[in-house]
């Protein structure tokens, strides 16, 4: 468990901000898992955020930052540095054996539709994990949601009553028309797929939460899990204006959230933060927690500040994802 220990700011920032909400049950409806050898690139070693993580890493991560808690999640790879998408999925799939875990099934567009009919009977997953990465177009920064699944994987996901978990494309993520109006069309087309909209739509900064939430729809088959997002306004946004029992909560660990910084908005973009980025000279450093912890103190404040309540908390953190991914324990 890499660089896993909470200093004394952290144990401030948990007993201050977050534990007095923080429900003692929790689904993370937005976890991964990374298996080195199923990578293949020589710059890989030279990412920090690159390194192993099996299932007893991120359950360690959910013990140490959530003591009083009890912890599942909706586990996924990681499709970084030349991903064989086989062996990871094998790999998570095998790794997922606690009856309350879940875990989704990485996929390319390209992937042949009988191909993944195979995978999805073979391992009986909860979830497609698609990536805008893997985009079939030449500017992924623009794809559309359907440029990175295919409509025949969302008729599979359909039939077989799965999850998906879009990370959509585009600048302003789900504050761009053309991300509302497709995602408008696949809940009515596709009734029985789960749409779950990542990072709250890829909303990292308030005017995207904003602009996304005059064009959203709510509906049955669509939810927004609130993973790596540590803009307070943005959850402000969230909670007064969208359905509360359609929000998942999520953290994106361990890999990409469990590194000391945050995702921080300048002014309309948004980007990884951390304290070698914002060393004063004079060797005054800055004393960054968890990426987590900036999201959850952040989400738990909105909260309190939208008086949205004890019961609505405890929705969001494990009861919809409890009636979503059919979990037993409550
Ligand atoms: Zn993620």
């Known amino acids: 468990m890499k660089n896993g220990h909470r200093n004394d700011d952290d144990l401030f920032i ?19 898992l990374l298996n080195a050898t199923d990578h293949d690139d020589d710059q890989a070693a030279a990412d920090p955020f690159f390194y192993q993580v099996d299932m007893k890493d991120l359950q360690a991560w959910w013990q140490l930052l959530f003591p009083n808690a009890k912890v599942n999640g909706l586990v996924m790879g990681m499709p970084v540095y030349n991903c064989d998408l086989d062996a990871e999925n094998r790999f998570v799939a095998e790794s997922v054996v606690d009856a309350e875990d879940r875990f989704s099934l990485m996929t390319r567009p390209e992937m042949a539709p009988e191909k993944l009919k195979n995978e999805i009977e073979k391992y009986n997953p909860a979830g497609l994990k698609p990536y805008l990465t893997f985009a079939t177009v030449a500017d992924k920064q623009q794809a559309r949601i359907t440029d990175f699944i295919s409509e025949e994987q969302l008729q599979l996901a359909n039939d077989f009553g799965l999850a998906v978990t879009l990370h959509v494309s585009k600048p302003r993520g789900m504050a761009d028309p053309e991300n509302l109006q497709d995602i408008s069309r696949l809940i009515r087309q596709y009734p029985k797929c789960q749409f779950i909209l990542a990072h709250c739509g890829r909303c990292f900064i308030v005017p995207n939460m904003a602009d996304a939430l005059d064009g959203l729809p709510t509906a049955e088959n669509l939810w927004i899990d609130t993973s790596a997002v540590c803009e307070t306004d943005v959850f402000l946004e969230l909670f007064s204006r969208y359905d509360l029992s359609h929000i998942l909560f999520g953290t994106d660990l361990v890999n990409a959230a469990a590194f000391r910084g945050r995702y921080a908005q300048l002014g309309l973009s948004w980007h990884v933060v951390t304290p070698d980025m914002v060393t004063r000279q004079g060797g005054l450093s800055a004393r960054a927690t968890f990426a987590v912890y900036e999201n959850v103190r952040a989400l738990l404040r909105a909260a309190r500040f939208c008086q949205i309540g004890k019961d609505n908390i405890q929705n969001i953190f494990y009861r919809n994802a409890a009636r979503l991914f059919k979990l037993t324990s409550t």
């Open 14 to 32: 948990y007993e201050r901000e977050i534990r007095p909400w923080l429900p003692r049950r929790i689904f993370d409806a937005h976890s991964h």
